[in-house]
């Protein structure tokens, strides 16, 4: 049987990842037209998924139905449809579902984080991609979640024994009618942070992370990478400083390979030390300087680095529109590097830089009120500002108490 690569797009004869090429079968006639793949489960194979979802996306993609008999080894999708157009809507499934977002490689696993999102797990560069959830696919997945992989076995990357598995809704069956969006704010409203458990959250992460160095390091440089590159980090009077040699991309790269925090780097960075390395690149009064601030600084960890760097944090600060660079900073860390600090994480580092009094809160509450595609995607802009959520209401509330006392409250 011919076989193809799986990124069709890629012409290599040496190509690693390969997969059977897409048959069809029309059976039957008039309304009752249907056609079998009969290769599904072949091709689902070797990309890593269940036979289900690329023929569900098929029927998404084609409005039309689908059936599936997995026993038996059945795949239909209503209608008569030509391979050629199927494999087509392969290649869109494969790109949209299975490579990974930042380094294209087919070798990813999805994941279901608590918060109802969905990732591609990339074991080539460590890096997760949110799959585009507006997708109707990403429903069924969520009802029908990949199977867990057997403890112990080896995936493509090195580390992937270490990885903890956990899908948020083992127990929820009996919801399975929920939409994933009820199903989603179920999720957020069992994981919002209760009033003081801010010192307990070793327990949070559930979900599969690879926490061993080089993984978190990978994910972090490339996240911070990316937004150098993709101009993410915009500066209003800044012209080609995005290229590998920009004091901002050095400035990244000397933080990541210097910081204290997490589980890896050294033990003795300090604030003074950091802002003197701003100082010799030039960029300390720079706003977008803020934001690779953050991204190259703060590790998972992020409450206690933000603690522990406050003082460099708030001297680079120094305006309204720093802090709206801080803020992006924020987003691309709790949304790309480490997805982890989605839900929970959110509101602890937002807490902790107010209390430094780096961030104002009006400049807080309009960032919370405006999803911006800025720094990151729409989709997780929304993610970030939905997980603020529990600090927004603190910070509103609080508010309320100190206007009490103020005539307003007589009108
Ligand atoms: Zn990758």
Redesign the pocket.
Known sequence: MAVVNIRRDVDDKFYRYRMPLLQTKIEGRGNGIKTVIPNMSDIARALSRPPTYPTKFFGCELGAQTTFDEKADRYIVNGAHQADALRKLLDDFIAKFVL??????PE?DLKIMKDGMILRD?K????RSDVDMRHKLTTFITKNPPPKKAKGAKGAGKAAGQSVEAQGGDDDDAKSDEDDFTAKINADAKDMPKANEAEDDADDVQWSVDTSDEAVKARAAAALASSLKANLVLGDDDEGEDDENSPYNQFGTWLLANRTGGSEGRTDLASAEVYKKAVELGIEKKHKAVQVLIQGLISEDAAKDVEKYGAVIVKMTSSEKHQKSLLGGVERLAGVTYPELVPNGVPKVLMALYQLDALDEEVVQTWGTHVSKKYVDKETSKRVRKAAAPFLEWLAEADDDDEEDSDLDDL
């Open positions: 990974c977002g930042s380094c294209k490689n990813t990339c080539a560069c460590g890096k």
